[in-house]
């Protein structure tokens, strides 16, 4: 009798420690993904064997990965690595947050940091950022946790794999921010705002919000305004395509103004329309929006 086997989904889940890996575990298991905390890297091929043993048994994994494994980063790249001459395909979703915000969370519960050893608990978080270096930057998809709480990040990461398929398809968040309160980390594209003029200045639109009519209708009025918007999906149009080609399954296009109230906040809102007519699903963000 032949046995049926399959090649089932496969994410990684890391990132810095305090930065919300088990929220998004947890996340992953509610949508029936088959979830294992702290697997070594090098057992990563394991899993893949035993979840491509039957067909359709345990079609999604979800394997989470940290620094308490030893040789993290040579272990996890040759792993992936070797799944990948196998077929499979694993995507990484790593998780990041501002030093700031992991003492802050780490000193909440009372808790020394792994790599905290005898020195300070900015000590331990610095190794550790060192050390995922590498891991970041070729991750498939990055979530900045800093101003999110648990119901927050669950959503965020609903809106990536509630309805996931396995295939090869793009999503894609535009977060819109202010630039004095510092670029989104975890952005692959960036657009500059600022060329336009400021609805802050007109007294009447001051207290409104790029979402209401009032605001948009200046903004997109402006000079410049539709002409940027229209050259800016055509470059959009090409990197989308580029992207699938290359397999990449998320992309993040952070919007920026001043403050993140008005122009970002529209042209935000407009170029998202623009992706959605593109075919692709898309997240709408505004992080900075009442922060003023």
């Given at each position: 009798m032949t046995t049926d086997t399959h090649i089932p989904d496969i994410v990684i889940v890391t990132g810095m420690s305090g930065a919300g890996r088990s929220t998004a575990a947890k996340s992953l298991e509610d949508l029936d993904w088959f979830v294992v905390d702290n697997l070594p890297p090098g057992l990563l091929g394991t899993m893949a064997d035993l979840g491509g043993r039957v067909k359709g048994a345990v079609?999604?994994?979800?394997?989470?990965?940290?620094?308490?494994?030893?040789?993290?980063?040579?272990?996890?790249?040759?792993?992936i690595k070797d799944l990948e001459t196998r077929g499979v395909h694993p995507r990484v979703v790593f998780l990041e947050a501002s030093d700031e915000e992991l003492v802050r969370r780490f000193e909440s519960v009372r808790r020394p940091h792994p790599l905290q050893a005898d020195g300070r608990l900015v000590d331990g978080i610095a190794r550790e950022?060192?050390?995922?270096?590498?891991?970041?930057?070729?991750?498939?998809?990055?979530?900045?946790?800093?101003?999110?709480?648990?119901?927050?990040?669950?959503?965020?990461?609903?809106?990536?794999?509630?309805?996931?398929?396995?295939e090869s398809s793009l999503r894609a968040t535009v977060v819109s921010f202010g630039y004095k309160y510092g670029?989104?980390?975890?952005?692959?594209?960036?657009?500059?705002?600022?060329?336009?003029?400021?609805?802050?200045?007109?007294?009447?639109?001051?207290?409104?919000?790029?979402?209401d009519p009032a605001v948009r209708d200046y903004v997109l009025g402006r000079r410049g305004a539709k002409e940027f918007l229209d050259s800016y999906t055509e470059v959009l149009r090409l990197l989308v395509e580029g992207y699938e080609r290359e397999g990449k399954h998320y992309v993040t296009l952070a919007v920026g103004c001043t403050g993140g109230k008005h122009r970002s906040v529209a042209m935000s809102e407009q170029l998202a329309a623009r992706l959605r007519d593109e075919g692709l699903e898309v997240q709408v963000a505004h992080r900075d929006l009442g922060r003023e």
């Amino acid at each position: 009798m032949t046995t049926d086997t399959h090649i089932p989904d496969i994410v990684i889940v890391t990132g810095m420690s305090g930065a919300g890996r088990s929220t998004a575990a947890k996340s992953l298991e509610d949508l029936d993904w088959f979830v294992v905390d702290n697997l070594p890297p090098g057992l990563l091929g394991t899993m893949a064997d035993l979840g491509g043993r039957v067909k359709g048994a345990v079609p999604r994994i979800a394997v989470v990965v940290d620094v308490r494994s030893r040789a993290f980063t040579t272990d996890l790249d040759s792993s992936i690595k070797d799944l990948e001459t196998r077929g499979v395909h694993p995507r990484v979703v790593f998780l990041e947050a501002s030093d700031e915000e992991l003492v802050r969370r780490f000193e909440s519960v009372r808790r020394p940091h792994p790599l905290q050893a005898d020195g300070r608990l900015v000590d331990g978080i610095a190794r550790e950022r060192e050390l995922v270096r590498e891991v970041r930057a070729s991750a498939d998809l990055v979530i900045d946790t800093s101003g999110l709480n648990v119901h927050e990040l669950r959503a965020k990461i609903v809106g990536f794999f509630g309805d996931d398929s396995g295939e090869s398809s793009l999503r894609a968040t535009v977060v819109s921010f202010g630039y004095k309160y510092g670029l989104p980390v975890d952005a692959d594209l960036v657009v500059d705002c600022r060329f336009l003029p400021n609805p802050h200045w007109v007294p009447e639109l001051r207290p409104k919000t790029g979402r209401d009519p009032a605001v948009r209708d200046y903004v997109l009025g402006r000079r410049g305004a539709k002409e940027f918007l229209d050259s800016y999906t055509e470059v959009l149009r090409l990197l989308v395509e580029g992207y699938e080609r290359e397999g990449k399954h998320y992309v993040t296009l952070a919007v920026g103004c001043t403050g993140g109230k008005h122009r970002s906040v529209a042209m935000s809102e407009q170029l998202a329309a623009r992706l959605r007519d593109e075919g692709l699903e898309v997240q709408v963000a505004h992080r900075d929006l009442g922060r003023e």
